[in-house]
């Protein structure tokens, strides 16, 4: 069984331009969950998505945003990119939004901003 | 609001010494607690996980005990090997919440032979 798959592995944007990564869920799950993780802050969660639908946002400023398609695969963009928005990028997915469902990642997306 | 507290790291062990790295929670509900293990470069792991007071969770000999009494979900591995050198992270999921997952900031381990 697939596990989930995010592009692209690595990713390298200057300062002002926008980007976009994609995640593939684990077939069957429905529920895709974004976060951020830095040497500094950790993992800090962005956004969930469940059929189509963003359940629950983190505190990020609005140039995060993301969205869900029919398929269950999920795309995160990042406009007017900054300095600050290196990081590991990790999607996880499960098949429901269920407090007993545990999340399952992907290896990641790393950005690095020049 | 719901969050995760675990032990600052780095943590340095010898091979088949005994680890204990601990996490304490605050939450609103009940929560669901896991631990999660990252090898360089890769993604979390799922390493266990218990869903209610009392409940165990155990996999590759971890455990963790979901304490109640004492908001904690310690983690043990009575041995460990060169190859649990990881970034261990203890999270919570809160029905409460709407589900969404709280990490810790995890916990880096090494083992050296």
């Known amino acids: 069984k697939a596990g989930v798959t995010q592009t692209p592995r690595y990713l390298i944007k200057t300062r002002g331009q926008q980007v976009t990564l994609s995640c593939s869920p684990i077939s069957g799950h429905r529920s895709v969950s974004w976060y951020q993780q830095t040497p500094g802050q950790g993992l800090q969660f962005l956004f969930e998505y469940f059929s189509e639908t963003q359940r629950n946002k983190g505190n990020f400023p609005g140039r995060f945003s993301g969205r869900q398609f029919s398929n269950s695969r999920s795309e995160m963009n990042v406009s007017t990119l900054e300095l600050g928005d290196s990081a590991l990028y990790l999607c996880?997915?499960?098949f429901g939004p269920g407090a007993y469902q545990p999340q399952h990642f992907g290896d990641g997306t790393r950005l690095s901003i020049l | 609001g719901d969050s995760v507290t675990q032990m600052e790291g780095p943590v340095t062990l010898s091979e088949e010494a005994f680890l204990t790295i601990n996490c304490t929670y605050t939450?609103?509900?009940?929560?669901?607690l896991f631990w999660y293990v990252q090898y360089p470069g890769e993604g979390l792991q799922l390493l266990l996980k218990?869903?209610?007071?009392?409940d165990k969770g155990s996999n590759k000999g971890f455990e963790a005990t979901y304490r109640k009494e004492t908001t904690s979900f310690h983690l043990e591995k009575g041995s460990v090997q060169v190859s649990d050198s990881a970034v261990y992270f203890c999270a919570l999921s809160d029905r409460t919440t709407g589900n969404q997952f709280y990490f810790g900031t995890g916990t880096s381990l090494t083992v050296i032979p």
């Open positions: 218990a869903t209610k007071a009392d």
């Open positions: 996880a997915s499960s």
């Open positions: 939450a609103t509900g009940y929560p669901s």
